[in-house]
């Protein structure tokens, strides 16, 4: 008798060593709120540019433009093997979401002090270049101060407790 095949573990497409780029400094700066994943209008040479882990989120922020969301300041450098249609490396590109998703998000960018930020770039299992996009509210100096200590409060815990273990 022949044995049944076993089924594959498909790859978690969420976890951050699977991400292209990781925004680090929107964790600091920004109180995440609520995260929406989409998907991204990109051409050819962008993608495999983003497959070569060549990007940059730093600085860039989302934007509700006329019912559409737009990424704004993204860097994606060029790839070399392109030639001639090669993409430029900042510009705006668009962002698919779905209507009420958007208008969710609208609503809450209207109250003061939200803001949309993206928190990293990666492949799903499908092979799809997908955006983590994250509501946020920014941080005063007094908070980032104490999750600072925070962090490392669990870290000095964390080294103590091993000894233990």
């Not at 600091?28 to 962008?46: P, T, V, Y």
């Not at 495999?48 to 300041?73: H, P």
């Not at 093997?81 to 698919?96: D, M, S």
């Amino acid at each position: 008798m022949i044995a049944p095949m076993t089924a594959q573990k498909k790859k978690s497409a969420n976890k951050s060593s699977d991400a292209v780029t990781v925004n680090k400094k929107a964790y600091h700066n920004f109180e995440i709120i609520d995260k929406f994943e989409a998907g991204m209008s990109l051409q050819g040479s962008e993608v495999k540019s983003l497959r070569n882990g060549q990007a940059d989120l730093s600085g860039a922020y989302a934007r509700i433009i006329a019912d559409e969301c737009w990424l704004v300041g993204a860097s994606i450098s060029q790839y070399e093997q392109a030639g001639i249609y090669n993409h430029e490396p900042v510009h705006n590109r668009k962002l698919l979401m779905h209507k009420i998703e958007i208008r969710k998000i609208k609503i809450k960018l209207d109250q003061r002090g939200f803001t949309l930020v993206p928190l990293k770039i990666y492949f799903n299992s499908r092979g799809l270049a997908k955006l983590q996009l994250g509501l946020a509210r920014g941080k005063k100096q007094y908070d980032k101060r104490a999750s600072i200590t925070q962090k490392q409060q669990k870290r000095d815990l964390d080294r103590d407790m091993k000894k233990y273990r």
